[in-house]
Structure formats: structure tokens, C-alpha cells
């Protein structure tokens, strides 16, 4: 891990150093091409340009088309970053309309345990469909059980916080009665006592 932070350490300065040299080339062959001839003159620069003009001007174009091309590369990750977000977003809200039973049960477990991180089981279908849909996350701390086999931390994401209220997944507005206790209750997966048994036994 060390070795990879040293390494993106040299490379961004490498990248700097370029940026830089670029610029400054940019900026010296344009003074050079564009300066009054008095002043080229008077600094004893004119023979200079009159004897080497088309490679400072050939300097000029090479910076400028680099910071050009830096340009569009930043405006083509922009765009992909923009559709790809907005594919998301499409993505999250077709699934929250069509969230099954097992699902709204499972996103419910953030809520009731007040939690924003949950150990979940990797295998378990309901799992899978709202990572998929990016309405989960996985961010890693993987465990390997015999019996209930290979768990990960997961939390609902950003996008998907907007869309996920007490109506979609079904939660009562205020303090829940009684009856609404025991049903709440009686739809919770049916792995989370299994998972709270398995940390016990692996604590």
C-alpha cells in the first residue's frame, strides 16, 4: 500500500512538472512570436526569432493542442461521469417501484436497527438485486462462515437515500403499535438472526 501512495506521489508530480513545462512553452513562444519587434530588439531576442520563428511557432501549436487535448479529455470524463450518475439514478428508481417483499424487508433493517452499516450475507438474492441495482453498497470487511457462509458490510447509497421513505418500505410514521410491531417483526429476513449467532460465536 505504501509503495502504490509512493508511486501515485511521483506520478502526480511527474504530471505537474509537465503541466508546467507545457505552460511555460505556451507562454515563451507566444511572447516571442507576438512581442513588439522594438521591444525583441531592444532585449536582442529579434535574430533569435527571425532565425528559429517556424520552431517557436511550431512550440506554440504543440502546448496549445496538449492543453486543448487536456480539455476535451476533462470534458469527455465529465460527461461520462454525468451519464453514468444519471443511468444510476434511472437505475434506482425503476427498482425502488418494483422492491419485492424480501427486499423492502432487508432495506428496512437499516431503519429498525438504526443503523448505516450492516453485515449482510453476499449470497442471498435480495442482497445481490439491490447491489445490483446500486441501491447497496458493499465496502468490504469480508467474512468467510461454515454455516452461513461469506458475509460483507454493506450501506445504502447516496443516490438511493433520496428515494427510500417510511412509505416505500412500508414503516409506520410515528411509534408503531403493537400490531405493527409483530408484523414488522414477522417480515424481517430470515438471516439476520442467524448473522447476529454468527458474530457471537465468531466474537
Known sequence: MMKIKVGSIKLFNSKRLFVSAMAWVVVTCTSLLFAPKDLLAF???????NQYGQFIGLGLIMGVAYFLSQIFAFVVDES?????????VETIEAKVKLLDPAERA?????FLQGQTILTLPQNELAVKNL????ILEMLGNERHYAIQGPTAEYKISMPARNYLNRDVLRLPAGEPSAEEMTYLIKTRPHFINGLVQSRKHAA
Open 106 to 110: 432487508l432495506l428496512r433493517e437499516f
Open 43 to 49: 532585449l536582442s531576442l529579434d535574430h533569435l526569432v
Open 80 to 88: 461520462i461521469v454525468f451519464f453514468r450518475q444519471k443511468r444510476t
Open 131 to 134: 447491489v445490483h441495482s446500486s
